[in-house]
């Protein structure tokens, strides 16, 4: 496994700051997808967001239709580099990411839930 080519900004990741990922909740059909760990899940997350953890998000998006928007998110914005690269590569066409992870959407205040587990099945 290539580990830079892993963790290197995918050409055609969108990347959205914490009010543009505000904004993009209110489309109809986005698809949250959170890829830290259960634990790091389970201490605050968006609202309806998926758990699909690195290294079995593609797995657990087989069935997911390609022309999905789909977002994702990690602490820092390095692991849902790493997601964004497999779901690319798996044909996925609209790939976001929040930039800076939800660190950052901490930082600038927004909202987190601890609902119960929501994994992608």
Partial sequence: MNLFRLFQHPKNLVDLTPQTLADKL???????????TRQEFLAGHLQGARHAPLGKT???????DRDTPVVLICKTGHRSQAAA??????GFTQVH?????IDR?????????????SRLK
């Fill in 105 to 117: 959407w901490r930082r600038q205040g927004m909202p987190l839930s601890r609902e119960g587990d």
């Fill in 26 to 36: 209110s489309e109809p059909g986005v698809l949250i997808v959170d890829v830290r």
């Fill in 97 to 101: 990411h929040l930039a800076g992870g």
């Fill in 85 to 90: 690269r497999e779901l690319l590569d798996l």
């Fill in 58 to 64: 593609g797995q657990l998006m087989a069935n997911t």
